[in-house]
């Protein structure tokens, strides 16, 4: 019943970045964008603490230096090894200096290194630590330094003092800075890259059930007896989502098979009824009965059984729609059908033909019949009986029947729509033009089953003019 709704569906175009991939690639951005701030963070504690302990090395090793140059005699220090205490960093200012302070346990300093006399003293930090080595870090006036502290006893094994040995670390803070700055300037160029390798994985992933979703379409659109075979398994959400499609369609396919044979059967039921009261009734009236009085009566039945005979003979075609019986195709004359019939049928209404001789095409001739009967008499119908014309030309092949009112029209969104079963459009029902939403779907597969396409155009300034390709049968 809604097959040609289904493939309306397939027409959809799909963007290449749908929102799905859209919404899930900001996640997987969000979250490579963390793991690669963590991983910056922990790379840049990593490479301070080697730093560190580095510098932590050089202090311990020059702390043991100047410790073994002082010596105590008589309770008080003796600097044996001066030189040790007036080396070159000690001197000098630069990114290798060494800052020496020693100072009593009362805080007084009792000597500091000769680089340090054009500054102010570096405050003793600490007295309290266990050990004998402490490091740390120290922030003068925007300077960082590390700065280790060693102890110093007397003969007796007393504590007397401390030595506070300092120095910049420049060289970590601009290797830190670097990693930062590397960071931030970095982050544009891999925000990008991670958008397209996430774009790339989501897409990817997403593939399997894009290619499901297009046979699902297909099934749907052209063969409901067909299934979606991709390879998954049961247990995974593809296969599932294959089986649970599958089923929905073994169950619509049940239910349409249902409803066809339903629908075949009522109108071969109706149709032998409705056939004998047609005759009856053209019987009575070619021999001159009824009385005169009731014979408009006798018109208006006629006309409604025929009408009735038009719809159920409309549902016994799409009913059979699915079968593939090509016994009753035989070529026929589609000029001598309108000369003979269809002229003669709309002989009363303002309906005119252009029609080219020697037309052959292939197919049920009655059904076509059918097919013009419909797109002339929905022209009259929609235009309140306003010429219809009628035109056929043949080129390369194939035949090209317009069929042209000057009607209400048919709006852009409804071309489409109106050829689905039982589908009124929406200006019919507002006007109140009677009819069942079946003939255009009968034409759409009347023409399909004789490999023709129909579309609908608009007739300027008022109307629409149906448009109906199908090869013809070439004798030449
Ligand atoms: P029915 O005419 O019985 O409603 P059809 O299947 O023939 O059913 O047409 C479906 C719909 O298409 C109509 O309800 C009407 O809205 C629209 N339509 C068909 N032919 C014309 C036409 N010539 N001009 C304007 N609208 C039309």
């Known amino acids: 019943m809604a097959k040609d709704t289904f493939s309306s569906q397939n027409k959809v175009k799909v963007p290449l970045i749908t929102k799905s991939v859209k919404k899930n690639s900001i996640w997987v951005i969000l979250l490579l964008m963390v793991v690669f701030l963590i991983f910056n963070f922990f ?10 302990n580095t510098i932590d090395d050089r202090l311990h090793h020059e702390l043991g230096h100047i410790k073994a140059s002082i010596v105590c005699e008589n309770n008080s220090f003796k600097i044996v090894n001066p030189t040790e205490l007036n080396e070159k960093a000690m001197r000098e200012v630069s990114e290798n200096s060494f800052f020496l302070q020693i100072y009593d346990t009362s805080k007084n300093l009792l000597f500091e290194s000769k680089n340090l006399e054009n500054y102010e003293s570096i405050p003793l930090m600490t007295l309290d630590f266990k050990g004998d080595y402490l490091f740390n870090d120290l922030n ?3 300077t960082g330094l590390r700065t280790g502290y060693t102890k110093l006893y007397d003969c007796n094994g007393n504590l007397k003092g401390f030595i506070q040995l300092s120095t910049p670390k420049i060289k970590m803070n601009e290797v830190v800075e670097k990693i930062i700055n ?3 300037y970095s982050l544009p160029v891999v925000i990008f890259l991670f958008a397209l390798i996430s774009l790339f994985f989501i897409k990817k992933t997403l593939n399997p059930i894009n290619k499901i979703i297009d046979v699902a379409n297909e099934i749907s659109a052209t063969n409901i007896s067909k299934r979606i075979t991709y390879e998954a398994e049961s247990t995974d959400e593809l296969g599932r989502l294959k089986q649970t499609l599958n089923n929905l369609f073994d169950r619509l396919e049940f239910q349409i098979n249902q409803i066809s044979h339903f629908s075949d059967n009522a109108s071969h039921q109706l149709m032998t009824p409705l056939t004998a009261i047609n005759t009856e009734l053209e019987f009575i009236m070619r021999n001159g009965h009824p009385k005169d009085e009731c014979r408009e009566s006798f018109e208006i039945i ?5 009408k009735m005979i038009q719809i159920v003979k ?13 016994a009753g195709k035989k070529v026929f004359n589609f000029s001598t059908l309108i000369e003979d019939d269809l002229s003669q ?13 020697n037309i052959y095409l292939m197919g049920e001739s009655d059904y076509f019949k059918m097919v013009m009967e419909n797109l002339i008499s929905n022209g009259l119908k929609y235009s309140n009986n306003m010429e219809v014309t009628v035109s056929a030309t043949v080129s390369e092949k194939r035949v090209r029947i317009k069929v042209k009112d000057q009607g209400i029209g048919i709006p852009d969104n ?15 029902e507002i006007k109140g033009i ?30 629409s003019i149906f448009i109906v390709d199908i090869p013809i049968v070439d004798f030449v």
């Open 43 to 52: 790379m840049m504690l990593q490479i301070q603490s080697f730093f560190k």
């Open 314 to 326: 409309t549902l016994l075609i799409l009913a059979r729609e699915g079968e593939t019986d090509n």
């Open 345 to 357: 049928e709309f002989k009363d209404q303002k309906v005119s033909f252009e029609i080219e001789k």
């Open 182 to 184: 590397l960071t931030l």
């Open 302 to 306: 006629k006309s409604q059984t025929e």
């Open 434 to 463: 009677k009819g069942y939403g079946l003939g255009l779907s009968l034409v759409k597969l009347v023409v399909k089953q004789m490999k023709g396409e129909v579309h609908i155009e608009d007739n300027h300034p008022h109307g």
């Open 140 to 142: 003068i006036k925007y």
């Open 414 to 428: 409804e071309k489409e729509k109106v050829f689905e079963r039982f589908y009124r459009g929406n200006t019919s």
